[in-house]
């Protein structure tokens, strides 16, 4: 066993930890009661500076226990330190948004892991995007996860506030979920307090008897301070477990005079489902419905045909499939049509804003960084993990073969793309490589197609057939375009690519900046414009 005491003189607490090293459960004490027990890779020598944010506890005794040390001795208890914000004007972290993989222009947390979008909201001239974070640590883990929280004015610069609901229990993680305003006082909190719904997942990595993420239960909670701090409804789940495991991810909107809960759960037979709760109050909730073959962090909205007076509704899953329907406020039906929001292999768990000033419905999701939840691929020796997509606007068209469910980046991105990096015209009857700057914007239009073009990213292809007008994925997906030629714009920043295609349909692949290669091949001629993107970390 390794102690420490320290008079906590801040609000914060910045504490070393190394990447990938092996990790300590740090149990922190305050008048004998134990207030926090984060498990994280604490380090004698060298690695970053992480922080935590204890203000409530500014002007008392914290005590630092490791009961069961591996690797480290007290004197990685001896530099934590008490600080100001990690701001990069703060010594420990000078190095702050200049880190050789930060995304540039894609949303990134400060320090630690990050995955699903969460609680995405709009309220009092504020867009709030609370995340899936670990802040003690680069990989997941499974360990100290809460709702990280980043507000912004127009969904492209962020400000990252403290973490806003964290684990209570040290064998807890705060899972996904989502968040409404509640202007009508439904819920007792005050007229336009945040309401946000989560699930409690167990955290199998502290106990390896224990058979995966167990759910504790779908939680309500309430924000009266803009949401910064969350108020929990009850110590109890306000809406209990059901099928154990398999129930997760709750969606609230409203639906005329109710409000409705989508979550994902598993059936008797352990098939994959979304269920349909609702409820007049926020505090009972029935259940109505259900639909097969959805698998977690459901969302749902109606959208207007563009051009037109009908309105149909879009759900999907984590995966991004849509599904076009109607539904009555109670029960989602299907009509049979679909396709995915995003045709690359990076995306997943996305989800829109609520309560959008404008009507709109804007999307933004986890790339997953070449490894799936627990791994740290491609940011390695970086004090933070993954990053979110563009955030783009999703719409509902009559193209020529159908309703297509599509999206397209929101309009701002273009105020990021400002200085012109190089411009092109380059007839080819082979193979033609661009070539790639980081962090940069491409407008490419490809003319001319004789037969079918190949567009490589990296290890990714696409292919595009000028006699059909179909644009082919990867994935098995397919877009009917509306010419022979194919215009597209291409993101690219650090560990990201990801194309928009005829301002309809995007495709998202991450990959390690040294893989990024963008080539044509074909009989075309190619007409390119390249931007530099402005740093929204940058003043």
């Known amino acids: 066993m390794i102690k420490r005491e320290l008079l906590c003189e801040t609000d914060f607490l910045h504490i070393p930890i190394i990447p990938g090293g092996p990790r300590n459960d740090l149990q922190i004490w305050n008048n004998g009661d134990l207030i926090l027990s984060p498990c994280l890779a604490l380090t004698d020598e060298g690695g970053e500076f992480f922080f935590l944010d204890v203000s409530n506890y500014k002007g008392r005794i914290l005590t630092f226990l490791v009961p069961e040390p591996k690797g480290i001795s007290e004197k990685s208890l001896m530099r ?54 670990n802040p003690l640590g680069t990989p ?74 167990s759910s504790g239960g779908q939680f309500l909670a309430a924000s009266i301070d803009g949401g910064d701090t969350f108020l929990r409804f009850s110590h109890e789940a ?11 991810d709750p969606r609230l909107f409203r639906y005329e005079n109710h409000y409705v809960m989508a979550v994902y759960e598993t059936d008797e037979c352990g098939r994959n489902c979304v269920s349909f709760y609702v409820s007049d109050d926020f505090h009972t909730w029935k259940r109505t419905s259900r639909n097969d073959d959805l698998f977690e962090c459901p969302d749902i909205f109606p959208l207007k045909i563009e051009g037109e007076e009908e309105t149909k509704w879009v759900l999907y899953g984590a995966d991004g499939m849509a599904r076009i329907g109607d539904f009555d406020g109670y029960h989602f039906v299907e009509s049979g049509l679909y396709n995915p929001l995003d045709y690359g292999n990076a995306t997943y768990a996305g989800q829109t804003w609520s309560h959008h000033p404008n009507g709109k419905r804007v999307h933004i999701s986890w790339v ?99 006699g059909t007008c179909m644009l082919h994925f990867e994935n098995g997906c397919e877009v009917l375009c509306d010419g022979k030629d194919l215009n597209f714009d291409l993101y690219i920043d650090t560990t990201t690519m990801e194309f928009c295609f005829e301002n309809t349909v995007m495709a998202t692949y991450a990959m390690p900046p040294s893989h990024m290669s963008l080539i044509a091949k074909g009989e075309c001629n190619i007409v390119y414009s390249c931007y530099k993107m402005k740093n929204i970390w940058t003043k």
């Open 238 to 248: 306000t809406v209990p477990t059901c099928n154990g495991e398999g129930w997760r």
């Open 368 to 466: 997953r960084g070449m490894g799936g939840v627990g791994e740290d691929l491609g940011y390695e020796g970086m004090p933070f993990s993954q990053c979110m997509t563009i955030p783009a606007e999703i719409t509902l068209r009559r193209c020529r073969n159908g309703l297509l469910v599509c999206r397209t980046p929101i309009s701002g991105i273009a105020a990021l793309a400002k200085e012109p990096i190089q411009t092109g015209s380059v007839p080819q009857t082979s193979e033609t490589a661009l070539p790639i700057h980081n962090p940069t914007c491409y407008n490419v239009s490809l003319k001319d197609i004789k037969d079918t073009i190949t567009i490589r990213a990296g290890s990714h292809t696409i292919h595009y057939n000028a």
């Open 140 to 213: 997941h883990g499974g360990v100290n996860i809460c709702w990280g929280h980043a507000v912004s004015t127009d969904l492209l610069h962020w400000e990252e506030r403290k973490d806003a609901i964290r684990p209570w229990r040290r064998d807890w993680s705060v899972a996904s979920g989502s968040a409404v305003v509640d202007y009508e006082n439904r819920a007792g909190y005050g007229k336009n307090a945040i309401i946000a719904a989560f699930t409690v997942l167990g955290t199998p990595n502290l106990d390896p008897q224990k058979p995966g993420y």
């Open 80 to 133: 934590i330190q008490c600080g100001g914000a990690a701001v990069s004007s703060n010594p420990l972290y000078t190095n702050l948004y200049r880190e050789p993989l930060r995304p540039a222009f894609h949303f990134s947390s400060r320090r630690g892991w990050l995955n699903d979008p969460n609680g995405l909201v709009y309220s009092d001239g504020i867009y709030h995007m609370y995340y899936q974070h």
